[in-house]
């Protein structure tokens, strides 16, 4: 069975801070992907990042960037200088290679105040 | 970039009406979609894998007469939700995947449904 752990329910922080979301996942599979999607107020869910599972290379994108851990089964996300349109509820989810479908932790959400 | 269109985005609507919702892939054939639901402040729990040409296999706890699924095309999947009550209220995204593998899943952008 596959499982997605996002420890941190809410987390707040001011405008211009670094933050950093916690992801941790157990599965039997070798192969497998994971994603973080960004979830707005609008509900619409925002694809952010896929991470295969023979790919560990942290990865940076603008103030996004991801630390892909296999040996602690941990893939964090952290947001650099952070603004408040980065308010959100962000999720970090699980799936098997070829499988299609997803395990979704319970979401984190982000709060960032001006 | 591959798009995933879900209609309607909210629907309101009595008790005991029966709702259809659409899922289609704009530039991409899908065999496989995905049905998730969404309750206030939860995550996504998966409610079942619409098969094309074939019937949806559902998850544990989901009432297959309760959540219909028709996938008859490569780019069409819909779900109905039958009789619908105050308790169906939530939010429904889809999911679609390309065939041609390896490729992520794409959402649609969810249907906010409210019984009254």
């Known amino acids: 069975a596959q499982k997605v752990t996002q420890a941190q329910t809410e987390i707040s922080v001011v405008e211009k801070e670094d933050v950093t979301l916690d992801c941790v996942y157990e599965t039997r599979d070798t192969t497998y992907y994971l994603f973080w999607y960004k979830q707005p107020p609008s509900g619409e869910l925002v694809f952010l990042i896929r991470?295969?599972?023979?790919?560990?290379q942290n990865e940076i994108s603008g103030r996004y960037s991801w630390n892909f851990q296999k040996s602690t089964s941990s893939f964090n996300f952290t947001i650099t200088a952070s603004q408040v349109v980065d308010s959100a509820v962000y999720f970090c989810?699980?799936?098997?290679?070829?499988?299609?479908?997803?395990?979704f932790g319970d979401g984190t959400t982000l709060t960032v105040k001006p | 970039g591959a798009v995933v269109s879900q209609h309607p985005s909210r629907v309101i609507c009595k008790s005991g009406t029966s709702v259809k919702i659409e899922c289609r892939s704009l530039d991409f054939q899908a065999t496989t979609m995905f049905w998730y639901r969404q309750f206030p402040k939860k995550s996504l729990m998966l409610m079942a894998t619409?098969?094309?040409?074939?019937?949806?296999?559902?998850e544990q706890g989901v009432e297959k007469d309760k959540f219909l699924i028709n996938h008859a095309s490569l780019t069409l999947s819909t779900l109905t939700v039958t009789s619908a009550h105050p308790e169906d209220s939530s939010f429904y995204i889809c999911s679609a995947r390309d065939q041609r593998g390896n490729q992520p899943q794409h959402f649609g952008d969810g249907t906010r449904l409210s019984i009254l």
């Open positions: 989810a699980l799936s098997a290679a070829n499988a299609g479908k997803s395990t």
């Open positions: 991470r295969n599972s023979f790919d560990e």
């Open positions: 619409s098969n094309e040409g074939s019937k949806a296999t559902y």
